[in-house]
């Protein structure tokens, strides 16, 4: 296929969704242009983090590609954000947990519904439901990562998995050109990782080849 000309883009700016390490490099390989990855929710007036645009290609190149997620970057000015566990306590740098975000573009709260507001708010810290890390560059500025929602976690004989994360190793398996990861019941764990797996044209169907890839 042609590939369309984004001469008049500087970059293009990805939000809204999951975007993969794969997805990511394919597309600035392609297209010769930067991936502005950024996370907000409504609550927090859209925008909370993007990945800084003045910083060097290597640079780039490193939080979108080389810690299995691409970043959304870093926190913007006008507010906070931090990683906590379930009781509300921050975590350290690599850390999984939830992203919790405060600051002036934070709503105050859901509109008569106090039970919603209960459990969004913790100790003045938005809870946005989604599972994520950071890591911090030489200088100390946390890059954070979404690695996935806490309610869609698989959680097999009491450990959690993120499907996300199961997601990208799936679309890196040879023959295949899309897969996503989901959790279903099981007698003995509880729940059981499994994928839905769309081949690439002309791939035969290898369950053991891809089972043992990942």
């Not at 691409?70 to 992203?99: C, F, K, T, W, Y």
Request: aromatic share 12%.
């Amino acid at each position: 296929k042609e590939t369309p000309e984004l001469n008049n883009f500087s970059h293009i700016i990805c939000g809204a969704g999951p975007l993969t390490v794969n997805v990511a490099k394919n597309f600035e390989a392609k297209f010769g242009k930067r991936i502005i990855h950024g996370y907000g929710l409504s609550e927090t007036t859209c925008y909370s983090c993007y990945l800084p645009l003045d910083i060097s290609k290597e640079e780039h190149q490193k939080w979108m590609q080389d810690f299995g997620y691409p970043s959304i970057g870093v926190a913007i000015p006008a507010n906070e954000m931090s990683i906590h566990d379930e009781q509300g306590n921050a975590l350290e740098e690599g850390d999984r947990g939830e992203i919790v975000i405060r600051g002036v573009n934070v709503m105050k709260g859901y509109f008569n519904n106090p039970e919603a507001n209960e459990k969004a708010f913790t100790n003045g810290w938005f809870r946005s439901g989604d599972e994520g890390v950071y890591q911090n560059d030489e200088e100390g500025k946390a890059y954070y990562f979404i690695t996935g929602r806490i309610k869609e976690l698989i959680i097999r004989g009491g450990i959690n998995f993120a499907p996300l994360e199961i997601d990208e190793v799936i679309n890196k398996a040879p023959g295949v050109k899309a897969g996503i990861a989901v959790g279903f019941e099981n007698d003995w764990y509880g729940e059981e990782v499994g994928a839905y797996v769309e081949l690439l044209e002309g791939e035969k169907e290898n369950s053991e080849q891809i089972i043992n890839f990942c």
